[in-house]
C-alpha cells in the first residue's frame, strides 16, 4: 500500500539519484560530469558561488524529500468533522511530512473503513470499537487491529426534545426511536429498558438512516442516537432544548471508544516504522487541537468549508476537553475497556464468540 509519492520509472529515479549526488559533490568540490549518468571528480579545484551553491542545496534537498515521502492514506468513518480534527491539524501544519509522510485523506466509499484497510485499500482508517469487534470475531475475520482511541470516553447517547419528557429509559415505552437500523441500536435499547424497569415490547423502532436529528425528531420521531460533540453542541447553538442521556451514564460498561484509528496486521508486521511516524504526527495534531482549538477548527474549515463555523467551533471546543479526558497520553486503550464492552456484545448475542482484545488493540506504536 506505501509507495512513493511521486511515481518514477527507473529513468527518472536515475535522473534524480544524478542530481542529487552532483549537488552534494559541487558544495564539496569541484565535479566534471562526463555524461548523463557518471559523474567523475575533476583534478582541478574550482571555486563556486554562494548563488550557485544555495541552488544546488535546494535541489539536493528536493531529491532527498521527494526520495523520501511516502504516500498513505487515511480513510475517515464519515464526512469530516472535530473528530478528524488532529488528522487535518497534522497535515495543514505539515507535521506528517516532517516525518517522511505524505498523506491523503478520503471519505468512505460503501462498505466501510474496516473492509478497506482489510484490504490494504488504504493504511489507516477511522472506525470504533463496536466495528473492530465485529470484524475480529466474524466467521471470516477481518485483520485489522485499532492502534490510538482519538476520543477516551463514550460520549452519545439518547437525544430528544424536552417537550417528549423522555428522562429515563423508562420513558422509551410508547416512543418511536429513529435509528439506522443496527442490531447494536437493539441491543442497547433492549438492555437498558430491561435494566431501568420498561418494556422494550413498548417501543417504537424506525430506521431513519443518515436523517438530520433536528428534522427527525420535530418531524418522525421522538428520540435518537446522537453524539454530543456535535447535534449536542449544536442544539445548544441553535437554543433547540434537549434531554440528553448519555450512555456511560446509564451502562458503565457502554462507555467504549469511538471514534479510534485501524491499521491491518499487514501494516504492522511489515511497516511498524511507518506506524509510529503516523502516530507521533497525528499525536501532535490532536495536542494542538486540545491547546488551540480555534485556531483547529479553522483549519477543519478549510479543508470542509461547507461545515457550518460556529457549530465547529463550538465543537472543537467541547472536543478538546475530550481527547485526552482522564489520561496522560493521546490514543492510549485500556484492555479492561476493550473487555468489558465485547463481554456485553457477547452476552446480548451480537458476536458469537469472545472477542481476543489482546489482537484487537495496541498501545505499542504510540509516541
Known sequence: MFKKSKNLNFKDHFTRVATFLTAIVIIFSTVSII???????SS??????KE??????????????????????????WVPNTNHTGIYVAKSNKYYEEEGLDVEIIQPSEGGSADL???????????YQEQVTYA???????????IAAIIQHNTSGFASPVEKNIKSPKDFEYKKYGGWGSPMEEAVLKGLMKKYGADFNKLEIVNIGAADFFTSVTKDVDFT????????VAAEIKNFKINFLL???????????????????????????????????????????????????MILLQSAPELDKEIVLASQKYLANQYMAGVHKWGIMDKKVWDTFSNWMYENNLINKKLESEKAFTNEYLP
Do not use: M
Open 35 to 41: 555524461n548523463c549518468s557518471t559523474i567523475k571528480e
Open 44 to 49: 582541478s579545484k574550482t571555486s563556486v558561488d
Open 52 to 77: 550557485t551553491q544555495q541552488i544546488n542545496e535546494q535541489t539536493a534537498k528536493q531529491a532527498v524529500k521527494e526520495g523520501e515521502l511516502q504516500k498513505i492514506t487515511v480513510i475517515l468513518d
Open 117 to 127: 484497510i482489510a484490504a490494504n485499500q488504504g493504511d489507516f482508517g477511522i472506525s
Open 136 to 146: 475480529r470475531t466474524a466467521e471470516n475475520p477481518l485483520p485489522i487491529v485499532a
Open 225 to 232: 442516537w446522537i453524539y454530543y460533540g456535535w447535534d449536542g
Open 247 to 297: 450512555l456511560q451514564d446509564l451502562d458503565s460498561q457502554l462507555d467504549f471508544y469511538t471514534p479510534l484509528i485501524i491499521t491491518s496486521e499487514n501494516t504492522l508486521n511489515n511497516h511498524p516504522d511507518i506506524v509510529k511516524k503516523f502516530l507521533k504526527a497525528t499525536e501532535k495534531g490532536y495536542k494542538f487541537a486540545i491547546n488551540n482549538y480555534q485556531e483547529a477548527a
